[in-house]
């Protein structure tokens, strides 16, 4: 969808080694979350951000650390400490105050840790 | 903790047939979404049911809210290559946040 930028679209990483995913938005919107995608599975979540300066732990937070010290911004850090950390990453963003609380994806990073 | 199961995780059709995913839950939904993703890329949303026994239609999609709010389904009539992908149920939440199902992945055989 429009409006959510994650770059690089392939990242490849030395195991040991802390790397950041960046993802930005120019939506406007107050929420934001960090996806975890491996094949053939579903979207696990990590961490989300529901306003700036505060967010919450998904379900697989272990290993990843964020920050949310601006609207438009959600970086996350994929840890050294994550045990298995190559995975499709997905970005998105929501306005939870809409009616319809859909989400918006952006276009992902695959990460490749060796 | 919260879960959708989404059933069957593969199916495989030839394209004029029709394809169903489900998607159940132990739980009441407040509400469920329904999402598709090409392959490589990522999901988009399709819609969004909240009434109990609500049906929705987009052109060859019907999506259904089961009346208990505990199930839904996504109907594809008459597959094309086109519907090719990976559909993902997700029950949302008033703070935004979205707990979704394994998804379904459909090929289509021209």
């Known amino acids: 969808d429009g409006g959510i930028t994650q770059s690089p679209k392939y990242l490849f990483r030395k195991e040991g080694q802390n790397v950041t995913l960046s993802c930005e938005q120019n939506?406007?919107?107050?929420?934001m979350y960090w996806y975890r995608q491996d094949p053939g599975q579903g979207l696990r979540l990590i961490y989300y951000?529901?306003?700036?300066?505060?967010?919450q732990k998904g379900d697989i937070a272990e290993g990843y650390s964020v920050s949310r010290e601006k609207k438009e911004s959600f970086p996350l850090t994929v840890t050294s400490a994550q045990k298995n950390p190559t995975a499709f990453y997905l970005c998105?963003?929501?306005?939870?105050?809409?009616?319809?609380?859909?989400?918006?994806f952006g276009p992902g990073t695959r990460l490749t840790v060796t | 903790g919260q879960q959708v199961m989404q059933i069957p995780q593969y199916q495989h059709v030839q394209e004029g047939e029709d394809f169903t995913t489900y998607c159940n839950s132990s739980?009441?939904?407040?509400?469920i979404q329904w999402y598709k993703q090409r392959p490589g890329g990522h999901p988009v949303f399709l819609i969004q049911?909240?009434?109990?026994?609500e049906v929705k239609k987009q052109k060859r999609l019907t999506f259904q809210f089961g009346e208990a709010k505990k199930n839904s389904s996504l109907h594809i009539t008459a597959t094309q290559t086109t519907d090719v992908g990976t559909y993902f149920c997700?029950?949302?939440?008033?703070?935004?946040?979205?707990?979704f199902g394994q998804g379904t992945t459909l090929q289509v055989k021209p």
């Open positions: 739980t009441t939904l407040s509400n």
């Open positions: 998105a963003s929501s306005a939870p105050t809409s009616g319809t609380i859909r989400q918006y």
């Open positions: 939506l406007n919107h107050d929420a």
């Open positions: 997700a029950e949302g939440f008033n703070t935004g946040k979205l707990i």
């Open positions: 049911l909240v009434k109990s026994g």
């Open positions: 951000s529901q306003i700036v300066n505060d967010f």
